[in-house]
Structure formats: structure tokens, C-alpha cells
């Protein structure tokens, strides 16, 4: 969906949308987003520049889980104003970062600054707030996770880097998922066992030893074993033995050396 925007700036506020609304099934996130950008017109960029969020009926009867139609319109305003003081939302990041010790800081100010334009049309909701999380309550962000990660990583046909010669992607937060929560441990990357800010940190960590200057250019490709089913909920030594990462992995290179397995060649069947 965002790729199917060719100018940029169309691609970073589909990005902006996707990313809010990515809580839930995947087919309602999609037609969400969906109505959402189809109601900013054929140009969502120059749709929210010409402030047609701001039309009384912007999203007759819109309705995603516990947000609405004033939900939507105080994300779009948000935005807006981020593009008409900065440029883009990640101008708008860069002004927070360039004046703040850590990325961390820059983006709870971001943030803050988000919400604010966005109380100034409508009623700060909870919903409004849930679109728009504040990284100081101590969760993970997710969704915001996945939104720098898309605009800040090069691009690579996963993402897009269209911020990337502004911000670094070595300030980037792994966005912690069910795939990583259970894979990272497994790994031995983390000890802890509860989703959360902390196992967060630590798989980035784990993976800044990886790839110093780009900790996030192996999310992709680890959480897709999860995604897969390469390495289950319910691990067996067979996925252990057909997984690349074996002999990288804690679990996998305990349950080789129990079962006296080794890892398979690409291609080669469990006998
Ligand atoms: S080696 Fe086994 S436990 Fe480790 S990531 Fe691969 S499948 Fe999962």
C-alpha cells in the first residue's frame, strides 16, 4: 500500500497512517488505512497541505476498533503542522533530535509535539492518544518502532529511508514483537521473559554488535522465521536443524549437541 505511492511524501504520511493503525487484523489495518488516505484524495500529501481532514464529514461513520472519525482528523492535523513548520515529519524529528542528549528524549518531545497539534482541533481521546503513544509510559511503541524503521533505515525494498541522510539508524528500537519475544530468548539474547521496554533494549543491543551502524537490518529477516513457522511456538530439534541460525542460536546449538544433529545443507532433508 505505501509503496504504491510513488512521490515520497505521499509514501511517508501512508507510512505515518499504516503505522497508526497497525493493531488488530492485518485486512482491517489495510482497509483502514485505506479509507483513510482514499478521503485525503489521489495525492494524501497535498490532501493534508490542502487540510482536507479538516472538512466536517472527512470519515463518515469511520470506525477501527476504539477509533473514529475526530480520532483521524487530529492524526492528520498532527501531521500537517509537523509538514508546515518542518517540511515532513521527520524535519519535525530532526528539530527534537538536534536539541536533545539521546534519540529517546528527541522522540518523547516529537511526540509531544504530535499531540499537542493534534489537541489544538480535537479532544485528546484516548484513542487520539493511543495513535499518537508517548514513549515515556515505558512501553515498547511498537507501532512507532516500525514507523522510524520503515523511514530511517536505508532503503532496502522493505524500507524506505527517505530520512535516512537526517536521522541515523543506529538510534533505532527494535520494534518488539510476539516472533522476537519468543525467538530473542531462544537466541540468548535476552534473559528476561516479559515483552517490554527492557527486552526491547536488549535485543537491540544484540543486534548493534551485528551491525554497529544499522542494529534493525536484521530484524526483518530473524522475526520471518517466526513468521514462517521456521521456528515455532512449539520448537522442535527438526526446525533447529534446517535453521541458519543455529549455530549462532543458544537453544538451537544446545538441542544439536543433545541430539547429536547437525545443521542441515540447504536443500537436505531431516533422515
Ligand atoms: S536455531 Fe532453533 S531456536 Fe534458534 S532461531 Fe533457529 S529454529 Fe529458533
Redesign the pocket.
Given at each position: 500500500m505505501v509503496v504504491g505511492y510513488a512521490d515520497p511524501e505521499d509514501q511517508e504520511i501512508a507510512a505515518f497512517v499504516a503505522a497508526a493503525f497497525a493493531y488488530g487484523r492485518v485486512e482491517g489495518v489495510i482497509a483502514s488505512a485505506r479509507r483513510i488516505l482514499e478521503a485525503l484524495g489521489e495525492h494524501p500529501a497535498r490532501g493534508l497541505r490542502e487540510g482536507r481532514h479538516r472538512a466536517g464529514r472527512f470519515l463518515p461513520g469511520f470506525r477501527h476498533r476504539w477509533n473514529g472519525e475526530e480520532d483521524v482528523r487530529g492524526l492528520c492535523e498532527a501531521a500537517a503542522r509537523a509538514w508546515e513548520l518542518h517540511g515532513s515529519l521527520g524535519g519535525a524529528l530532526l528539530a527534537r533530535r538536534r536539541d536533545a542528549a539521546d534519540f529517546e528524549t528527541a522522540l518523547a518531545r516529537w511526540v509531544g509535539d504530535l499531540r499537542g497539534f493534534a489537541g489544538e482541533v480535537v479532544p485528546l481521546s484516548r484513542g487520539l492518544r493511543f495513535l499518537l503513544p508517548d514513549p515515556v509510559l515505558g512501553g515498547t511503541c511498537k507501532r512507532w518502532r516500525l514507523f522510524l524503521r520503515w523511514m530511517i533505515r536505508p532503503a532496502d525494498g522493505m524500507d524506505l529511508g527517505h530520512w535516512n541522510a537526517m536521522l541515523s539508524p543506529s538510534e533505532l528500537l527494535l520494534p518488539l514483537d510476539a516472533h522476537w519475544t519468543r525467538?530473542g530468548p531462544?537466541?540468548g539474547w535476552t534473559r528476561r521473559r516479559t515483552p517490554g521496554r527492557g527486552m526491547a533494549a536488549d535485543l537491540t543491543a544484540a543486534l548493534r554488535r551485528i551491525a554497529p551502524e544499522d542494529p534493525l537490518r536484521y530484524d526483518f529477516a530473524i522475526c520471518h522465521?517466526g513468521i514462517t513457522g521456521?521456528?515455532p511456538p512449539r520448537?522442535e530439534t527438526r526446525?533447529?536443524m534446517a535453521?541458519p541460525?543455529?549455530p549462532f542460536?543458544a537453544?538451537?546449538r544446545r538441542?544439536l549437541r543433545r541430539a547429536g544433529a547437525r545443521l542441515l545443507e540447504p536443500g537436505e532433508r531431516v533422515g
Open positions: 525467538i531462544r537466541l522465521l521456521a521456528c520448537l526446525h533447529c535453521c541460525l543455529s542460536c537453544t538451537g538441542r
